[in-house]
């Protein structure tokens, strides 16, 4: 029976105990085990495999049969025992036979796992975006910013149908204006503030630095140091970098629900992020901050920052209609325009504008030059 003399014969089974499928052809060979230091399997006078007893795994088997597979051997490759006397002995050699395998335990352990996975994802999206976009924001190239500022920029003029006003004498007060303040702020040349021909009282920053003063905040304001503070609010945004991380969390946000949904192209949740920028809010800290900032940079130029929490004051009123504005998410303006009023300095730098420039900044979006 042995293919090999020097065999201890009686480790051997005799008779074609066991089926063999070599997982590379379907053909089925009626074999031998033959235990030795390995695990040979033999057909006729041949060694069709040689499995090591700790590679040698159980796998589902059908009743009264036991099924073997190797962990070296192809994948696919299986031996069937249904000798009792063969099965016994194989069992006694093989200490890993029920190892890695995914049993029922197994099966158990991988559902549980598939269920804290998908557990996880609603995690992330509840708890774990906030915090994703505030360590990832640092890490947004600038490049990559202005790109997404562009598109955002693409939805406000598209959301407020804005046309832009330049005439000359209004655009050269607002450059006049927002030089200083954005000199006092020390932020470069990049950003670029223009005034949108929209009645709404609002003014916001997008990623990669453009900022928009709507004219309708330009009618409801007195004086230009309260527009100089808006400015301020707003480059604070920008230093803050507060639009890409609210682009990140709200994309981020519609990426994961679209992974969950299987929406995968992400042009959809772009363009459902940079809506969102436009009318989602930021956090009530990212506004605090703005806030300091603006009162920071106002003293700088050696004026009050109280005239800028007059402003949002007469714009959103006491209680505020909150269906107007960006505004009207912001922190109660009446805690801003105490904070703003215990900030409140005398003069010690000029004007930022001459009472001409600033009637021409109030007149930006009039024909008449
Ligand atoms: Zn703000």
Not at 178 to 184: D, F, G, L, P, Y
């Amino acid at each position: 029976m042995d293919s090999d003399p020097t065999h201890d014969t009686a480790s051997s089974m005799p008779g074609s105990s066991a089926i063999y499928f070599d997982g590379t052809t379907s053909r089925r060979h009626a074999v031998t085990p033959g235990f030795y230091d390995r695990l040979e399997i033999n057909a006729d006078d041949r060694t069709l495999a040689m499995w090591s007893y700790a590679d040698i795994r159980r796998v589902d088997s059908p009743s009264g049969a036991l099924r073997l597979t190797c962990l070296t051997a192809p994948a696919l490759a299986r031996l069937e025992i249904r000798d009792a006397a063969v099965a016994a002995e194989l069992i006694s050699r093989c200490t890993r036979l029920d190892e890695d395998f995914p049993d029922r335990r197994g099966i158990a352990r991988i559902v549980g796992w598939s269920i804290a996975a998908a557990l996880s994802i609603v995690g992330v999206i509840w708890f774990g975006v906030p915090l994703a976009a505030d360590r990832l924001t640092p890490l947004v190239p600038q490049a990559l910013e202005r790109r997404l500022g562009a598109v955002a920029d693409g939805q406000v003029r598209t959301l407020f149908g804005g046309k832009v006003c330049d005439n000359t004498s209004g655009q050269a007060a607002f450059t006049k204006l927002v030089n200083a303040v954005r000199e006092s702020a020390g932020l470069d040349t990049s950003i670029q503030s223009q005034v949108l021909a929209t009645p709404i009282p609002n003014a916001f920053a997008l990623p990669g630095g453009k900022v928009y003063v709507f004219n309708g905040l330009l009618a409801k304001a007195e004086n230009a140091d309260e527009i100089a503070g808006i400015l301020a609010h707003e480059f604070g945004h920008l230093r803050h970098r507060d639009g890409t991380r609210n682009l990140i969390y709200n994309g981020g946000t519609s990426f994961l629900i679209g992974l969950l949904f299987g929406d995968i192209t992400g042009s959809g949740a772009l363009i459902f992020a940079s809506r969102s920028l436009v009318t989602a809010s930021y956090s009530r800290e990212a506004e605090q901050n703005a806030d300091t900032f603006a009162i920071d940079a106002m003293h700088r130029l050696g004026r009050s920052p109280k005239p800028m929490g007059e402003l949002m004051f007469r714009v959103t009123g006491k209680e505020g209609d909150r269906t107007l504005s960006i505004l009207s998410n912001h922190p109660l303006t009446e805690d801003r325009l105490a904070r703003m009023s215990n900030e409140d300095r005398p003069p010690s730098g000029p004007p930022l504008l001459t009472a001409v420039e600033w009637a021409s900044l109030k007149a930006i979006c009039s024909s008449a030059k």
